[in-house]
């Protein structure tokens, strides 16, 4: 390390534009670290767990057609038509599961979906 000691100010000493950037980057590592803004999907059939952790979104196909899941959803149940559900990971990367049909449950940012039921 140098002989240099952190500056204590360092917030202060910056303009007002990387103030706001930092203050921003701040925020949206808070709600990442505290999962305020994933949803908790179980993805699983009686013999097989194919997903279970958190994520930004889920989406999947009912009978009235495509939909999106995301956090602070109202609570839902619905049957899934055979599609590909997309679990957009916190990684960022997406995740999709063909599923022949299934039924989703979702509440306080809680979404299971059990397949061959």
């Keep these: 390390m ?3 000691k952190a500056d204590p100010d360092f917030i202060d000493n910056l303009s007002l534009k990387d103030k706001n950037e930092n203050i921003a980057l701040k925020d949206i590592l808070k709600s990442v670290d505290t999962k305020e803004d994933q949803l908790k999907i179980v993805v699983a059939s009686p013999f097989n767990v194919y997903y279970d952790s ?3 979104s889920i989406s999947a196909v009912n009978e009235t057609g495509p939909f999106d899941i995301l956090p602070k959803h109202h609570n839902f149940i619905c ?16 995740q999709n599961i063909s599923i022949n049909g299934g039924l989703m449950h979702v509440k306080s940012d809680q979404v299971n979906v059990f397949l061959d039921i």
């Design 2 to 4: 140098s002989g240099k």
């Design 54 to 56: 958190y994520a930004f």
């Design 79 to 94: 049957l899934l038509k055979p599609c590909d559900i997309a679990i957009r990971t916190t990684t960022g990367q997406i």
